[in-house]
């Protein structure tokens, strides 16, 4: 069953849960037997069977990238590895790659001009989290082969997952599209970022140079492993903006209590402290419950869930409430509120939230130390749904500061500023997915929104406006954590390389395909 | 002009505010002429003459004891020094000198008995701050004697002034008499304290054993240089008390928010924040004003101050008030509610205060992370006057907890437990320092009590409720920081090691010939 917007529109909640009941493929548009013509060709099939022919080749050109180290909070090995994902879209045969300059660490730009009617816009962190070697079981600059229960051989490496692994595995996909048809069924403008793991906060000039060649994209479609130890496989239509603040009281700004340094403590009895003052600032920006924001225009520019959105949430608690959230039961034994898990999901998709990351002032460490301190600090980070956006939400934190005779805080902007995105499910690329995972027999479970938050928004939002979706077979886990890795032989249900990079192929000529 | 007490309690405050203009000898209730007469004798002349002759091997002696090192929370020379302690009073001829095992770093008991009718308690740290050497310009543990404008020679060492410099002057001039004269004109109990630095946790320890035997003190009478670099000299004739804090507030203990350790911070939309909880418990307890307590009963106990603190308090503000917090200026631009000096130094005296030492809570680094704390800690120190117990207000932090909801906040109690303490001017130890300071034409100013905090109260409250006093003269500074400093030549204002040591012996001489 699918459903058109305009026949949405009319829908009411009984008839939305009504629908919910029919599972993601309800969402899905296409011609009956749609993505099995295609993958089911010739053609294709002689691409699958080259990668499976292939496979020690591309396990090799996976280790070989990961090998590159590029850890971008060290500078170690960043230039290096952007040259070396350079001579790979050289070897594409891109028409233009280009090393971009920002004020951090570089980007790289790459074209791949097919002459095809759709072009793709690509998105790629070449960068990694730092690493602490000694906690790993293999060298995690080695990238080791090494068997792991129940996935047989995996790749251990910073990196394996998140995001270098995957990529590598996606470029032996291309190459063997290549190698076999000659071209791509697609043009795509690769976007390389080598500040992900900080935030991404040049990657708008990266941007920047190539915003007219990449108005001519068609939609932002990431290939990679997504699947879970278990084989499900997890899909996210949008992500939440983030807004970052430091909030910073210090009795210089002030003009009151402790101007230049810690004062003893003693002299609290004739002195104003600036800790006891950024308290009565955070205590005045939400309610008794530490939840509710009270900061006036908070909440304005939100616009409800629309149909298509409360729809997916619905198929998705109906199909799974109980197990969305489960791996983070072990450390969460209540939801706010005591909601179900069904309604934690929804406020999880739908809220805005405004977190206290971080809170210092004065000593912290053992014991005692009678200090009266002279500043006081906090991290703040707002969550931000449609259509909240994150310069309109420093505004209304300043204005509260000042409104609440705060004017002295000082508002400090972090963050690379991610702004909302959203991506509707009818849009081709997302449909093109679909259509592929159906045509597998495995049905996704699509999150209308994720709670996190990406550097998406940069394709999806004003100059761009392209849809964005990810999507593709295989499995790793323990991005940031030791022992990151990524599954090079599978099992029944989690797909290993192969698969895995034969899924891409069938991604990219699903939406080739598509009729639009 | 003297006053009794019986007459002070007729006084109107203008009556006060005229007294005060006769200085701090109006309070000297001795005989004409006391000090001089004792003083000038030919005994007393002799022990003078003997340090001036013996200052090159008193200055040896003072090198020696800061050459033993007893950094306290390094746990460095800690059992040296109690032995190379142990080894002077055995000198002076002490009838008992034991090691007193505590919990923690050993205390040290010594007993003088001189047979004579007065006998003194005597309290001494022998640890020392902790040093970053490559600060010093001379080494911390070298104790050199070198050049310092206007002193002249001083010696350089952790611990110059901040006790075992000063200490050891002490003993020189304890020593000096026995030379000449063969006893001491008083008895004296030492006491001695290997963790002062670290808040005297177990020094009650050390009084345990002997409380019986020190029940037989009159005072405790400390010895030591009391000028500043000007030569002025400043008497506190009590103490605050301090009651530390932490106060902890956990998801594990609150039942809500994340259990073990921080999530991921787009998790606050359904996941309560024990960061914003412990902020909501901090607001309660402070008026927006970040200084007026609000807990119930904080305020219960306090005794307003007598006339005998009020007639100190106008005394000292009357002389100097534009100077006794000149040195904290530059740090602090304006006192709370704009208070001019006097009524700063009239709040610092007499208010109880409740400071914010420290607060911290997940990530606090550079930049940011996105994370919800699973824990939020504040460590806090209320400033007590009598009759405000350490006990007490811990249990009205812990009944407004609970009052307010937060009975899940742990409460960590730290530090030392120094009670309040205060001494009557009257008490004849303090008439007999200040009839010395007559004697030689030095008006100290004298502060009721001091805003810091001290172990002092062991002594002056039950069970042995002895009067506290502190004098003599002599200069050092730089007490806990670098290139800490004791005067060893001198100069017309300030005394060298020799006049201050002849001091010692003029106040110890003074006091035993107190009529009581």
């Given amino acids: 069953m699918t459903i058109s917007r305009k026949e949405f529109l009319k829908l009411s909640a009984g008839t939305l849960a009504a629908t919910a009941a029919g599972g993601f493929f309800s969402f899905l548009d296409a011609p009956a037997g749609f993505a099995e013509d295609i993958l089911h060709s010739e053609r294709i099939r002689k691409v699958h069977d080259h990668i499976a022919e292939n496979k020690a080749r591309h396990i090799a050109r996976v280790q070989e990238y990961l090998r590159q180290p590029s850890v971008s909070s060290w500078g170690l090995g960043i230039r290096e590895c952007a040259e070396l994902l350079m001579s790979y879209f050289k070897r594409l045969g891109c028409k233009e790659v280009e090393l971009v300059k920002t004020d951090g660490h570089p980007g790289v730009w790459a ?47 910073r990196g394996a997952v998140n995001d270098k692994g995957a990529d590598a595995m996606v470029f032996n996909a291309l190459e063997s599209i290549l190698e076999v048809e000659g071209k791509l069924p697609v043009n795509i403008m690769f976007t390389c970022d080598g500040e992900e793991e900080q935030g991404s906060p040049h990657f708008h000039q990266v941007l920047a140079p190539y915003l007219d060649r990449l108005k001519k994209c068609n939609a932002l479609l990431m290939l990679g492993p997504s699947q879970d130890a278990q084989g499900g496989i997890e899909m996210a239509l949008g992500s939440k903006g983030i807004c970052s603040l430091e909030l910073v009281c210090s009795g210089k700004a002030w003009g009151r209590g402790p101007q230049h340094r810690p004062i003893h403590s003693s002299r609290k009895a004739i002195l104003d402290s600036p800790t006891w003052r950024l308290i009565k600032a955070l205590n005045s920006m939400v309610a008794a419950d530490g939840n509710h924001v009270l900061m006036e225009g908070y909440y304005d520019a939100i616009r409800l869930p629309n149909k298509e959105e409360l729809q997916l949430y619905q198929t998705l608690v109906q199909k799974s409430a109980d197990q969305l959230l489960v791996g983070e039961k072990e450390n969460a034994k209540v939801w706010m509120n005591g909601w179900p898990d069904a309604e934690a999901v929804r406020h999880l998709i ?62 400090i902007p972090l963050g690379g500023g991610d702004e909302w995105s959203q991506t509707s499910v009818k849009a081709p690329a997302v449909q093109a997915v679909l259509s592929v995972y159906k045509s597998y027999g495995t049905e996704p479970a699509i999150w209308p929104r994720e709670a996190g938050s990406s550097p998406e928004a940069q394709f999806t939002r004003p100059p761009l406006n392209l849809p964005a979706v990810y999507g593709g077979l295989g499995h790793g886990d323990r991005a940031h954590s030791h022992d990151e890795y990524i599954v090079i032989e599978g099992n029944e249900k989690v797909a290993g390389i192969v698969r895995a990079e034969q899924s891409y192929v069938d991604i990219l000529y699903a939406y080739a395909n598509w009729p639009v």
């Fill in 111 to 157: 074209w791949y001009d097919a002459g095809a009617p759709k072009t793709l816009a690509y998105y790629i962190m070449y960068d990694i989290q730092p690493f602490d070697e000694k906690q790993w079981s293999s060298p995690p600059l080695a990238a080791n082969v090494v068997k792991m229960a129940p996935f047989g051989d995996v790749i251990i490496a």
């Fill in 350 to 411: 739908f809220d805005s939230s405004l977190n206290i990351d971080g809170i210092w002032s004065g000593y912290t460490g053992p014991g005692m130390a009678t200090i009266l301190p002279d500043r006081a600090a906090a991290k703040l980070d707002c969550r931000l749904v449609p259509n909240q956006e994150i310069a309109a939400m420093r505004e209304v934190v300043r204005r509260h500061l000042d409104k609440h005779g705060f004017s002295d805080i000082e508002i």
